[in-house]
C-alpha cells in the first residue's frame, strides 16, 4: 500500500522558517517524482514543487523559488521541503505524493493524505 506521511508543519510569523518532511512508503522511490502540493483555505490546490528521485532534479512554482528548496533521502525513503522567508501565503494545507511529469505539466498520482498545515501571521 503506497502511503505518505507529512510532518513539520505548524504556526510561524512571516520571515520564519519551517522544514516539512514527507516519509514515502509501498513503492520504489527511486523510480518516481515527489511533489509538495498544498491547498490554502478557499482555493484551490496547486503544485509548489516536485524532485526526481532518480537524478535529483527538482522544480518550483514561481511563487516560491528561492525561498524553497526540495531534497530527498533515498535511505530513508523521505521528502523534505526546508520553507523559508515564509509569508503569509504560504498558509495552507501541505501535502506529498508521487507525482507524475510531462513536459511542463505535472500532477499528482495519489488521493491526498491528511497533510500537514502551515500558518503563516503576519
Known amino acids: 500500500e503506497v502511503q505518505f506521511v507529512e510532518s513539520g508543519g505548524g504556526l510561524v510569523q512571516a520571515g520564519g522558517s519551517l522544514r516539512l518532511s514527507c516519509a514515502a512508503s509501498?513503492?520504489?522511490?527511486?523510480?518516481?517524482?515527489i511533489g509538495w502540493f498544498r491547498q490554502a483555505p478557499g482555493k484551490e490546490r496547486e503544485g509548489v514543487s516536485y524532485?526526481?528521485?532518480?537524478?535529483?532534479?527538482?522544480y518550483y512554482v514561481d511563487s516560491v523559488k528561492g525561498r524553497f528548496t526540495i531534497s530527498s533521502d533515498k535511505v530513508k525513503n523521505t521528502v523534505y521541503l526546508q520553507m523559508n522567508s515564509l509569508k503569509p501565503e504560504d498558509t495552507a494545507v501541505y501535502h506529498c505524493?508521487?507525482?507524475?511529469?510531462?513536459?511542463?505539466?505535472?500532477?499528482?498520482?495519489?488521493?491526498w493524505g491528511q497533510g500537514t498545515l502551515v500558518t503563516v501571521s503576519s
Open positions: 509501498g513503492f520504489s522511490f527511486d523510480r518516481y517524482a
Open positions: 524532485i526526481n528521485s532518480s537524478d535529483g532534479s527538482t
Open positions: 505524493v508521487r507525482t507524475i511529469v510531462s513536459g511542463i505539466d505535472w500532477y499528482a498520482l495519489d488521493a
